[in-house]
């Protein structure tokens, strides 16, 4: 018995050992930059659609609620793509699906160009969708993993660069479309882009491979994944289940989670796609105003997503989720109702500030709650977000087709008040969870 004592604290100590040298290794900036590239290449393609909507819909002689069409097609393949990854999460490498991913995506950018009739532009956002979404997705479950221990500052500073990316968006489809160069270009030319981005990403793994010392540049994360027998989910997670999802789906905490989600997308997605249009329209603004306005929307959610990550380690992420988007919701309706460009820019500006963190805290609530399950938990909350991004836009356009726009889009701070309830009761099953 003292030998078999003695074995187990040897083995122990070497275990920890090993943990503690994993824990030192270091993820090469150059690995980083390449997938927040990717995030930021792809968010451009999220904020083009609303400046080029007034090109599609007179081009293609459609109705507010048709060309909303877009974006539910697109929303589509992405839920099926995000459906894909969760139930594969664990028998595909995540860095293998990134490059397939981005490449179905940059494949579909270029069919933009030869889509000649509105039905075969939507079928090529279905293509579209799946293929942004799943790269979006897996983006974020393959960083929390890579940064186990900081996924939280790295999940903010990943979307802080899809901020930046939505930011470019509206002023690269600006400079393009004053070129006299037709808006399916804009399409063109990110796919090109996107596609050299893919073919350049194995490249990177495998130089991060050889500096990390791992075998396989597709799993990386083996070097300093260290297991967390303390953690407050330790019981749930030595669990194996054969379906994540069946598992997963028991949680009552990650259906809120899904559910500020769709909130949440409700609110951004209708504001990304109408409100260039609803300024043009309704407000009687330039093209080159709303676009700003947009820019500044987008502005605001970089700085937002830029505070959390310093906040992150000081601050409950459930506590900025529901009282950024009390204020944000505050300030979306001022802006809104007061219907005055200058203050609706403002407004916008702050609200981006104050809820533009959102979706990184939501990954990393769920990541802290279930660690052993990040590609589940971010293809249920990216597929909650696909819903959203699949029915609101089109429900505004639908709206604004009845009612006009000034009513449609009062719906994009009306969403942000019941996120805030919801919200709260979020904060209360989590901090049970703490006393328990």
């Not at 990717?38 to 109705?63: F, H, L, R, W």
């Not at 500073?157 to 600006?174: K, Q």
């Not at 500044?296 to 459930?318: C, D, E, H």
Request: glycine share 6%; hydrophobic share 55%; proline share 3%.
């Amino acid at each position: 018995m003292l030998s078999m004592s003695k074995y187990r604290r040897t083995k122990t100590i070497q275990v920890q050992d090993k943990s503690a040298n994993r824990q030192q290794t270091k993820v090469p900036f150059y690995l980083t930059a390449a997938l927040f590239l990717i995030m930021g290449i792809y968010a451009i393609s999220i904020t083009m659609i609303g400046p080029i909507m007034p090109s599609v819909i007179e081009d293609y002689q459609i109705n507010l609620s048709q060309g909303g069409l877009m974006m539910t097609a697109q929303s589509i393949g992405g839920m099926l793509a995000v459906l894909f990854v969760g139930v594969m999460a664990g028998r595909f490498k995540k860095t293998k699906l990134i490059i397939l991913s981005f490449l179905v995506f940059g494949a579909s950018l270029l069919l933009v160009s030869f889509s000649d009739i509105y039905t075969v532009l939507l079928a090529v956002f279905f293509v579209f969708g799946a293929g942004s979404r799943m790269a979006d997705t897996l983006l974020n479950a393959y960083v929390s993993d890579l940064y186990n221990k900081q996924r939280g500052y790295y999940l903010n500073l990943l979307h802080m660069y899809f901020g930046i990316g939505a930011l470019i968006g509206p002023v690269y489809v600006r400079f393009i479309l004053e070129q006299d160069i037709s808006w399916t270009f804009v399409f063109s030319l990110l796919g090109i882009v996107s596609i050299i981005s893919a073919l350049l990403l194995p490249i990177t793994l495998r130089r991060a491979a050889k500096k990390m010392g791992v075998i396989d540049p597709h799993d990386l994360t083996q070097v300093y994944a260290v297991e967390s027998e303390d953690h407050a989910d330790s019981v749930l997670v030595q669990t194996k289940p054969l379906n994540h999802f069946a598992y997963i789906s028991r949680s009552s905490v990650i259906w809120l989670l899904c559910l500020i989600m769709i909130l949440y997308l409700a609110h951004q997605a209708s504001l990304t796609v109408w409100l260039p249009m609803y300024m043009e329209t309704d407000l009687l603004v330039s093209p080159t105003i709303s676009n700003i306005a947009l820019s500044v929307l987008w502005l605001g959610i970089i700085l937002g997503r830029m505070a959390s990550a310093y906040f992150t380690n000081r601050v409950k992420p459930i506590k900025i989720v529901v009282f950024g988007n009390l204020l944000a919701a505050v300030f979306t309706a001022v802006g809104i109702l007061l219907t005055q460009p200058v203050i609706l820019i403002i407004c916008l500006g702050l609200a981006g500030v104050f809820n533009g963190a959102t979706i990184p805290l939501l990954v990393t609530i769920a990541s802290d709650r279930y660690p052993k399950h990040t590609g589940t938990t971010s293809s249920m909350i990216f597929l909650s977000g696909a819903f959203a991004t699949m029915v609101f836009p089109w429900l505004v356009g639908k709206i604004a087709d009845v009612s006009g726009f000034q009513i449609a889009v009062q719906l994009t701070w009306i969403t942000l008040f019941v996120l805030f309830a919801a919200g709260l009761i979020l904060r209360r099953k989590l901090e049970l969870h703490t006393e328990g």
